[in-house]
């Protein structure tokens, strides 16, 4: 497991041009989905099967810490160095279900106690304002508000049965969440009284949204599905498509000024410098599935992805020219596929260090798994109907295609 980190750090720095992404050593190899830091040094990294990593040295070492749980973490947030929320849940596909999990710690990890909900929706965003002041978005509309540091917490009438996947609050007043179930729903609902009612906005298209962002009480991205971004200059009542250049799953947004920011665009990074009027693809390597990205300031930022990889840059600049593995397509059946699918890996070299993983057509972690065959089968009966997205990866190649579970 060793020579698989030294080759991947290798591989992210020998082909960058002035260091602006540099690969960390996650210590696992998990899919991550979302990272935070309370400063600095003190940072938290969560995903699946309920894995927490912690580093206290700005990256440099990671440590994994035992949530007591086996839930897929959605979002994580450092209230302070030694105060931490982590949220998720899983679908539980025999009863068509979901359960919700919300970890705190008080002690920077040691020791991680879950709080129990009267929801049963899969919880997907939390977010502070403060040490006393947070939120939570999730399935089903689910928005849930503490004051309290977390310790308690109280459900929000949202308005929506849709999902939310991002929630952002500016202020104690304004906020906003955003969702949607598929590529054919959306919702973005805003509040003016600290989430004491919400109202919807029409962004004027159909397409699921991943995140939000806002950098004042007027200006604020959404990014979403088929490469949405959308951008408002008035508080949100009105919408302003902006041009990504791709069509892929964007998951999540970040500005680091009024001019500068970031939207992690699955296989790559977007940037821009003048608000959006541009957004330029940036190939940072390493990393197939990019899931999350955060800022400390505006040079200390994170991205956390698939098979545990962890990128830092200390610059907050743009082009991380690396090399990729290269993408070849996925030979699957049945496709469509009602129970089970066929994956032919017989090309591979290295089904050893091979991981598969499934997401759904929102980006979202379903599936991973690392113990393959030349001939790999995989148990799909409990998914809902639609289109999923498969992935290969390995440290020299990535296979991916689509299949359609009837």
């Given at each position: 497991?060793?020579?698989?980190?030294?080759?991947?750090?290798?591989?992210?720095?020998?082909?960058?041009?002035?260091?602006?992404?540099?690969?960390?050593?996650?210590?696992?190899?998990?899919?991550?989905?979302?990272?935070?830091?309370a400063d600095t040094n003190i940072g938290y990294a969560v995903g699946i099967n309920g894995i927490i990593v912690k580093t206290t040295n700005g990256g440099l070492n990671w440590s994994s810490q035992n949530s007591?749980?086996?839930?897929?973490?959605?979002?994580?947030?450092?209230?302070?160095?030694?105060?931490?929320?982590?949220?998720?849940?899983?679908?539980?596909?025999?009863?068509?279900?979901?359960?919700?999990?919300?970890?705190?710690?008080?002690?920077?990890?040691?020791?991680?106690?879950?709080i129990i909900l009267s929801t049963n929706s899969i919880l997907y965003s939390v977010f502070f304002l403060n040490s006393d002041t947070g939120f939570i978005a999730g399935e089903n509309g689910t928005i849930i508000k503490t004051i309290n540091g977390g310790d308690t917490w109280f459900i929000q009438n949202s308005g929506t049965t849709k999902t939310l996947n991002s929630i952002y609050f500016i202020d104690n007043l304004n906020g906003y969440a955003v969702g949607g179930f598929n590529a054919f729903t959306n919702v973005?609902?805003?509040?003016?009284?600290?989430?004491?009612?919400?109202?919807?906005?029409?962004?004027?298209?159909?397409?699921?949204?991943?995140s939000v962002f806002f950098n004042d009480v007027n200006t604020g991205y959404i990014v979403g599905f088929n490469g949405k971004i959308l951008k408002t200059i008035n508080g949100g009542s009105t919408w302003v498509n902006q041009s990504s250049g791709t069509i892929n799953n964007l998951s999540s947004v970040f500005f680091t000024s009024n001019s500068t920011g970031f939207i992690v665009n699955g296989n790559g990074l977007l940037k821009t410098n003048d608000g959006g009027i541009n957004w330029i693809e940036e190939n940072i390597g390493c990393i197939e599935m990019l899931h999350s990205i955060n800022f400390i300031n505006n040079n200390i930022g994170y991205i956390v992805g698939s098979n545990g990889k962890i990128l830092k840059t200390t610059n907050g600049s743009g082009?991380?020219?690396?090399?990729?593995?290269?993408?070849?397509?996925?030979?699957?059946?049945?496709?469509?596929?009602?129970?089970?699918?066929?994956?032919?890996?017989?090309?591979?070299?290295?089904?050893?260090?091979?991981?598969?993983?499934?997401?759904?057509?929102?980006?979202k972690l379903l599936l991973q798994q690392n113990r393959l065959q030349p001939q790999t089968e995989l148990d799909i009966s409990g998914f809902a109907k639609g289109i999923y997205i498969i992935k290969v990866i390995n440290e020299k190649e990535t296979m991916q295609s689509k299949f359609i579970k009837e």
């Open positions: 497991m060793k020579k698989i980190y030294i080759l991947i750090i290798a591989i992210c720095i020998s082909g960058m041009v002035n260091g602006q992404w540099v690969a960390q050593n996650s210590g696992i190899t998990e899919s991550l989905t979302s990272v935070h830091f007591g749980v086996s839930d897929i973490l959605y979002s994580v947030w450092n209230i302070d160095s030694s105060k931490i929320i982590a949220v998720g849940g899983n679908w539980i596909p025999y009863d068509n279900t979901s359960t919700s999990i919300i970890l705190i710690t008080n002690n920077g990890g040691i020791f991680w106690d879950s973005i609902l805003k509040t003016t009284n600290g989430g004491t009612t919400w109202n919807s906005l029409n962004p004027g298209f159909s397409s699921s949204l991943n082009v991380g020219i690396s090399e990729k593995p290269s993408i070849n397509n996925l030979t699957l059946s049945p496709n469509p596929a009602t129970n089970s699918l066929t994956l032919n890996l017989s090309q591979l070299k290295n089904l050893q260090n091979t991981t598969v993983s499934i997401y759904d057509i929102q980006g």
